[in-house]
């Protein structure tokens, strides 16, 4: 079955800090990944897109196919990155499958 | 900036009962998605659209849960009878035939 882990369901650092918040996708096909994020009181929105390569928000995430991963990452943590990250690969036309989400928490 | 609309916010419903969610996509999107997201977990399709055609309902409880989208514009979201199980918050989201997708504010359901 196609799945999308994020193994960490919390991640607390220290504001400055750098940031990695991990995602190993299950092999199928040639999916495309992304990850959303949602802020307190805040829909659900998306955050980037491997294919497009850019950076959002001074976050990245680079595909990984010989390990299967997609790992968001941040050189400097900020306080208003704490929110709840969700990675998610592509299943089907226009359908996604998201991982469980990983709480990031930026300490003062 | 246009937004997805879902309504009500929250609900609180006993089980047996039924009830009813309602989305208004973003105008021009074909596709549009319900998902239900259980404390903790990640969003889990239920439905998807395109137009007013069910592309994937693979995952909707079929015996309680139904969904249409009568015009290809606004949808509905049904379940009846409503179990302790359904407690959850119902997504919506849609998307102009493309991989991003914009959510609403969700729906939380909690099933006394």
């Known amino acids: 079955a196609q799945r999308v882990t994020q193994p960490e369901k919390l991640l607390s650092v220290f504001k400055g800090a750098p940031v990695e918040l991990k995602c190993n996708y299950s092999y199928s096909g040639s999916p495309e990944l992304f990850w959303y994020v949602q802020y307190s009181r805040q829909r659900l929105q998306l955050l980037l897109r491997?294919?497009s390569r850019e950076s959002i928000k001074g976050f990245t995430a680079d595909l990984n196919k010989g390990e299967t991963s997609f790992h968001l990452k941040k050189p400097f943590a900020q306080e208003e990155d704490s929110a709840m990250y969700y990675c998610?690969?592509?299943?089907?036309?226009?359908?996604?499958?998201f991982g469980t989400g990983t709480r990031l928490k930026v300490l003062a | 900036e246009a937004e997805v609309a879902q309504s009500p916010r929250y609900k609180i419903t006993e089980k047996s009962q039924a009830v009813a969610f309602w989305c208004d996509p973003i105008s021009g999107h074909a596709t549009l998605y319900w998902y239900r997201q259980i404390l903790g977990q990640g969003p889990e399709l239920l439905v998807q659209?395109?137009?007013?055609?069910?592309?994937?309902d693979s995952q909707l409880p079929k015996d309680r849960f139904s969904a249409e989208r009568l015009k290809g514009v606004d949808s509905t979201l049904k379940i009846q009878p409503a179990e302790l199980g359904d407690s959850a918050m119902y997504l919506c989201?849609?998307?102009?035939?493309?991989?991003?997708?914009?959510f609403g504010p969700g729906t939380r359901l909690t099933v006394l």
């Open positions: 989201a849609s998307s102009p035939t493309s991989y991003t997708q914009y």
């Open positions: 491997h294919i």
């Open positions: 998610a690969r592509t299943s089907g036309t226009y359908k996604y499958i």
């Open positions: 659209f395109q137009d007013e055609s069910v592309v994937d």
